[in-house]
């Protein structure tokens, strides 16, 4: 029994991640099939550009509708539906005659399809892996489950070059259309023998509402870790699409360079991102480390590779850029969800994620557009790889202060936790290590306020050396602020209760010392002073 709670999860994973893979390979393959759009349609590249922007767009920002289609019809329905639509809009693409065809048939709804497969895929994996004893298990899957994007990227790169030298972008479409249909059913046929998980994603539309709410929130929009968090995703997918949809036109129309390489180019980006997205989910399994202090390496790459491949002539430079885009693409993606969980937290993780995802698409919707822009006025993409290193010197440089800014809000958070933690505590003490000073907060209402400071034996006395002058004003401090339950005197009568529930000291992650738990009422003080 124990043995198959295990293998489910895993089988779960495999199929939903093989469900992704012929999605991502029309879309990330898009840049193979451009000069041979660019005649068939006799258009510009500044036209066929604005296709493949398009797409790339609506599969980012098509997010919220694609978040909402899931929570109110579970995720093993949307992904058969993301199937159904992915067949037929490549199948009705290969059709086209006219550019304009193609931004609504491939552009717009391939575009939602492949937001649908992305999100239904990676919200299905987490389905499997709830509780926090499996956080680590939760993050490992859904990195495992976006090596379709790179396995997609391998298989399609071979694939189209051979189809449009022997046919055309047509028949491409096509066959990646049989691929869908092919790869879906199986999966599914898989996934309908599995129990299901406990659980599915639906939720109300008031709970959709909150989500919006939290994405437009003031602690999301005024905090300077979302604002650099934002410029530095938004230019990386300015960088990462103009090498994604512009390195193989780029490639066809450089005289330097032979055709033959653009398959073997493409290929070694999809290798990389692969061997990434394997790496960094188990080196993150085995020694669990911090995400967010190591989210700045992806925009490094991308700049790195931008200013060596502008500088070395021929394949060479090519080669450079492919491999670092493939590095940072993998990086970024694999690292997001951890990175974003560990900066906002698991409440405001899908309204950060959502903001994340749609100004990468704006970012990937604008970067070939200008790429093909100025290859009509200048004929050559130079000058939109020279403007890639800028761009990717600006990011590497936003999510490094993202980073600074978002490591000072953890902090924040954790010096401030025990109040959220423990409302109904009427008081609260906290010290720094190496101090005799406790500050005093008092419960009012639903949060606390900074009372005043109290030294250490008014909390903690030392019981053996304690004087009856001592006893009194401990005694009197502690009915003074509430710590002894008043009761009404009589001849006999002795308070007998412990405040021990009154009384509470914390431990944190933000350097606050612990402080044990005792009990500091006046009959305890006075019982261990006669035993000393």
């Known amino acids: 029994m124990q043995d198959n709670s295990i293998l489910q999860p895993i089988i779960a994973t495999v199929c939903l991640s093989l469900m992704l893979i012929p999605f991502m390979g029309p879309l990330q393959g898009f840049g193979i099939l451009h000069q041979s759009l660019k005649k068939d349609l006799h258009s510009s590249s500044f036209e066929i550009d604005l296709i493949g922007s398009i797409s790339w767009l609506t599969a980012f920002t098509g997010t919220s509708f694609v978040s909402a289609l899931i929570n109110f019809q579970g995720v093993f329905f949307s992904a058969r539906i993301s199937i159904l639509l992915g067949v037929l809009t490549l199948y009705i693409s290969s059709f086209a005659t006219a550019f304009w065809q193609l931004i609504i048939s491939y552009g717009i709804v391939f575009g939602f399809s492949v937001c649908l497969a992305f999100h239904s895929c990676l919200q299905g994996v987490g389905l499997y892996f709830q509780g926090k004893d499996k956080l680590k298990m939760k993050n490992f899957a859904e990195a495992f489950a976006t090596l379709g994007v790179g396995i997609g990227l391998i298989y399609v790169s071979p694939l189209f070059v051979s189809i449009v030298n022997y046919y055309n972008w047509r028949t491409a479409f096509r066959s990646s259309s049989l691929l869908i249909l092919a ?12 129990p299901k998980p406990h659980t599915d994603t639906k939720v109300s539309s008031k709970q959709q509402t909150q989500l919006l709410k939290k994405m437009f929130s003031k602690t999301m929009l005024g905090h300077p870790c979302h604002f650099f968090m934002c410029i530095g995703v938004f230019t990386i997918g300015i960088a990462g699409s103009i090498a994604m949809l512009n390195l193989p036109a780029a490639m066809e129309v450089d005289d330097n360079v032979d055709r033959r390489h653009i398959s073997s180019v493409m290929i070694v980006n999809g290798i990389s991102a692969t061997t990434a997205r394997l790496f960094i989910p188990i080196s993150n399994l085995i020694w669990n480390y911090k995400s967010y202090p190591l989210f700045p390496i992806c925009a490094a790459f991308i700049s790195v590779g931008f200013i060596m491949g502008v500088s070395m002539e021929g394949a060479a430079g090519f080669y450079i850029i492919s491999i670092c885009t493939g590095l940072c693409s993998a990086i970024y993606s694999s690292m997001q969800w951890k990175t974003m969980r560990e900066l906002y937290g698991e409440t405001r993780l899908q309204a950060a994620m959502s903001w994340n995802l749609s100004c990468e698409a704006f970012g990937r919707f604008l970067g070939p557009i200008l790429a093909g822009l100025f290859y009509d006025l200048w004929k050559s993409y130079r000058v939109a790889f020279e403007m890639s290193v800028t761009i990717g010197c600006i990011s590497t440089m936003s999510l490094v202060l993202a980073v600074i800014c978002g490591q000072r809000q953890i902090k924040k958070k954790s010096n401030l936790s025990f109040i959220r933690q423990r409302q109904s505590r009427p008081y609260i003490f906290i010290r720094k ?18 009372s005043k400071k109290v030294s250490s034996h008014q909390l903690r006395p030392s019981r053996a050396s304690m004087t009856l002058q001592q006893l009194q004003e401990l005694r009197h401090f502690q009915e003074e602020n509430g710590f002894l339950s008043r009761v009404p005197e009589s001849e006999h009568s002795e308070i007998d209760n412990c405040s021990r529930s009154n009384v509470s000291t914390l431990e944190n992650t933000s350097g606050f010392s612990e402080v044990p738990e005792e009990c500091s009422c006046t009959d305890c003080i006075e019982s261990s002073t006669n035993k000393s």
């Open 183 to 194: 790869i879906g059913l199986i999966s599914s046929f898989i996934l309908e023998f599995l």
């Open 433 to 450: 290590k190496g101090s005799d000073v406790f500050k005093m907060y008092k419960n009012e209402g639903n949060k606390y306020v900074y």
